[in-house]
C-alpha cells in the first residue's frame, strides 16, 4: 500500500510510485504524465491520436537505469471508449502485447478518487486481457498509458 493509495488527493502534489525498470530507459512520472527522454507521452497521443506508441530501449535489469543497446520497451496509450464500474474498453488492441498493467497511468488529468481493479477490454476483443488498476472515477476519453516490453508498431495496437 502507499501513500497515494491511502491518501489519493497526495496525487495533486506527488506522482503515484513508478517502476522505472519496466518503462523506456529515461522515462520519468509527473503528476499527471509520463515523459520518455523528455518527451511527454500524453502531448505526443494529443498530436498522433490514439492509439499510439512510443518505443524506447529497455533498461537492463538490475542495472540501475542503463538503456540496453538491444532490447525494447514500447509505450501504449490508448483511450478509455467504455467504462462500467469492474471494467473499461481501451481504443487499442492490447490482447498479445505482454502489458505490465500494473504499471498503468491515467494521463492528462490528476484524480483523488480512490484505485479500484478494473478488468481491461480491447479494442476488438469480449474477453479481459488483463486487469488494471485505476482511479474508481476513470471515464470516457481518459487517457492510459502501459508499458510493454519489446518493440511494438502503431499497426499492431490499431
Not at 512520472?29 to 500524453?42: F, K, N, R
Not at 532490447?71 to 469492474?86: E, G, N, Q, Y
Not at 490528476?110 to 471515464?139: K, N
Amino acid at each position: 500500500m502507499t501513500l497515494t493509495a491511502l491518501l489519493p488527493t497526495l496525487r495533486a502534489s506527488i506522482p503515484a510510485p513508478f517502476d522505472a525498470a519496466v518503462w523506456p530507459a529515461g522515462s520519468a512520472p509527473t503528476l499527471d504524465d509520463v515523459t520518455v527522454l523528455a518527451m511527454s507521452v500524453g502531448r505526443y497521443a494529443e498530436i498522433c491520436g490514439t492509439p499510439c506508441v512510443c518505443t524506447g530501449p529497455a533498461v537492463i535489469p538490475a542495472s540501475g537505469g542503463v538503456a540496453s543497446a538491444v532490447l525494447s520497451t514500447t509505450v501504449v496509450v490508448a483511450t478509455v471508449v467504455d467504462a462500467t464500474p469492474d471494467t473499461v474498453r481501451l481504443d487499442a488492441c492490447a490482447a498479445g502485447l505482454d502489458a505490465v498493467w500494473r504499471e498503468a497511468r491515467l494521463l492528462g488529468r490528476v484524480s483523488h478518487a480512490y484505485d479500484e481493479p478494473f478488468a481491461v477490454l480491447d479494442a476488438h476483443g469480449e474477453e479481459p486481457c488483463g486487469t488494471v488498476v485505476l482511479p474508481g472515477d476513470v471515464r470516457v476519453g481518459d487517457r492510459i498509458a502501459f508499458p510493454c516490453p519489446g518493440c511494438h508498431t502503431v499497426g499492431e495496437v490499431r
